[in-house]
């Protein structure tokens, strides 16, 4: 997948004409997927490059930011990075990441269309949401999409809500449910467990400090990730589930936001203490890998204690009680399997009786 920072790259047109989708795409939730999985047939079709144009920042960021009201910026789901791994999973061909700036902000509809889509993505197929709205104070939309279509040769089609079990799947359903710490709800609405992705950064090593000999000898060690937007849609104590420290999945708890009992200058962070640190690792072989984090469930908010004993006892009923609920949800796991094998097994022997 390429990705392109800005319209300014010549490389944008030798490529040739495009089908495009226009959105945020803030955690790529199954909405995004059904989308984007049209778009990528359409353009299969028709011999388009399949093409999403999202921006950075978050639109409702800039406008909260010049309004002077930064807190009424939405909670952020994904990363930059996140995102694009998610978009090119669904098999897009090209992202091009706008900046979303005053001078964009302040573009007329019909600048949009002739400037961005016809000029710069030379679009023939463009996709949109039920919702969409585009141009300086949201003056665009479908309708005047689907004329200017008519008058410049390039096809305009609308993709309504989509739901699972009746909830209309949005960016606004997935921050909710992260919110409320209902993570079960968060990976129905996402088609997968919540992550974080990040290189894993040098902290205070204040983990290795805290319990040591009861934890171990490196106390509580942790994997830092920065989280880089000021509000992350989740935040508090999670069960987490680590990739990216070898070939195996590792098991652990995690800490997601800004560290109310160390300071923390209000940054996010994710602190993250695998249950069972690889050996073959040793002490310092996490820095600077590239890990997920899938967040499983919610422990409880973050707190803040009076000194690091408090915590660091804190810390030990978090880990005690990942291990219990991990086990929990094995047993549920093997049951499941189980209940399947026994299953496939009678309507095997059905379809035997029937046959013989």
């Known amino acids: 997948m390429q990705v392109f920072r800005g319209l300014h790259h010549a490389k944008l047109t030798q490529a040739g004409p ?31 490059v ?10 409702r960021d800039f406008f909260a930011a010049q309004a002077g009201t930064p807190e009424r910026a ?20 090209r992202v091009v990441v706008m900046p979303f700036d ?7 509809p019909q600048a949009f269309i002739n400037d961005v889509l016809l000029g710069s993505l030379d679009a023939r197929y463009v996709l949109v949401g039920d919702d969409f709205r585009f141009g300086a104070r949201r003056a665009g939309d479908y309708a005047m999409l689907d004329l200017a279509g008519e008058a410049s040769g390039f096809d305009v089609a609308r993709m309504m809500s989509y739901e699972v079990h009746g909830l209309r799947v949005s960016s606004s359903a997935v921050r909710e449910a992260l919110a ?22 040098h902290g205070r090593k204040l983990g290795r400090a805290l319990g040591a000999g009861a934890a171990g000898d490196d106390g509580f060690r942790t ?4 989280f880089p937007h000021r509000l992350a849609a989740a935040s508090g104590i999670f069960v987490v589930r680590v990739q990216g420290l070898g070939s195996e999945t590792l098991d652990g708890v995690a800490s997601l936001g800004v ?15 695998c249950l069972d640190w690889p050996a073959s690792l040793g002490a ?13 469930h919610k422990l409880r908010d973050e707190a803040r204690y009076d000194g690091l004993a408090a915590l660091t006892a804190a810390i030990a009923r978090d880990v005690s009680e990942a291990r219990t609920w991990l086990a929990a949800a094995a047993i549920g796991s093997a049951a499941l399997a189980i209940g399947s094998h026994a299953a496939e097994l009678r309507q095997t022997t059905r379809d035997r009786i029937r046959g013989s």
Do not use: W
């Not at 005053?102 to 007329?108: L, N, T, V």
């Open 284 to 296: 310092e072989g996490g820095y600077g890998r590239l890990v997920r984090v899938e967040l499983l």
């Open 18 to 48: 495009s089908a495009v989708t226009v959105g945020n795409f803030d955690g790529v939730h199954r909405g995004h997927q059904a989308m984007l999985a049209l778009l990528k047939s359409e353009a299969e079709h028709r011999g388009l």
């Open 102 to 108: 005053a001078r964009f902000a302040g573009q007329s």
């Open 259 to 273: 560290r109310p009992t160390v300071e923390n200058a209000g940054r996010v962070l994710l602190e993250v203490h």
């Open 223 to 226: 994997l830092n990730l920065r």
């Open 74 to 93: 939405p909670a952020r789901i994904a990363t930059l990075r996140d995102k694009l791994g998610e978009l090119s999973r669904c098999g897009i061909d």
């Open 50 to 59: 399949a093409t999403v144009l999202t921006f950075e920042p978050h639109p």
């Open 180 to 201: 409320s710490g209902d993570m079960a709800l968060a990976a129905r609405l996402l088609g997968r467990p919540y992550s974080i992705s990040g290189h894993v950064v």
